[in-house]
Nanobody
Framework: EVQLVESGGGLVQVGGSLRLSCVAS????????IGWFRQAPGKEREGVSC????????FYTGSVQGRFTISSDNAKNAAHLQMHSLKPEDTGVYYC???????????????????????WGQGTQVTVSS
C-alpha cells in the first residue's frame, strides 16, 4: 500500500515562506513523479508542482513559477516544496501526490490533471494571512 505523509503546513503572513515535505512508502516502481496539488475553499484541486524521481525533471504551474522550488531526496523517497513570497491566493489544503512517470509532467500534475493522480496524501493546510 502506497502511503504519502506530508508535513510542514501552517499559518504565515503575506510574503512569508513555508516548506512542505512528503515521504512516500510502498511504491515499488522507482520511476515515479511526486509533487503537490492544492485545493482552495470552494475551488477544484489544481496541480502545483512535481518532480520525476529518476530524471529530476520539474514542473510548476504558472502562478507559482519563480516562487516555489521542488526538490527530491531519493534516498529517503521524499520530496520538498519550498514556498517563498506567499500570497493569500496560495491558501488551501496541499496534497502530496505520486504517480507512475508514464506521461509528461504537465499531464501528471498540471492545473487540471487531478484525474491522472494515482495516489494522494491526507493533505496539509497552508494559510497565508494578509
Amino acid at each position: 500500500e502506497v502511503q504519502l505523509v506530508e508535513s510542514g503546513g501552517g499559518l504565515v503572513q503575506v510574503g512569508g515562506s513555508l516548506r512542505l515535505s512528503c515521504v512516500a512508502s510502498g511504491f515499488t516502481d522507482d520511476d515515479y513523479a511526486i509533487g503537490w496539488f492544492r485545493q482552495a475553499p470552494g475551488k477544484e484541486r489544481e496541480g502545483v508542482s512535481c518532480i520525476s524521481r529518476t530524471e529530476g525533471r520539474t514542473f510548476y504551474t504558472g502562478s507559482v513559477q519563480g516562487r516555489f522550488t521542488i526538490s527530491s531526496d531519493n534516498a529517503k523517497n521524499a520530496a520538498h516544496l519550498q514556498m517563498h513570497s506567499l500570497k493569500p491566493e496560495d491558501t488551501g489544503v496541499y496534497y502530496c501526490v505520486l504517480s507512475a512517470y508514464d506521461k509528461p509532467l504537465p499531464e501528471l500534475c498540471g492545473p487540471y490533471a487531478s484525474d491522472q493522480v494515482e495516489h494522494w496524501g491526507q493533505g496539509t493546510q497552508v494559510t497565508v494571512s494578509s
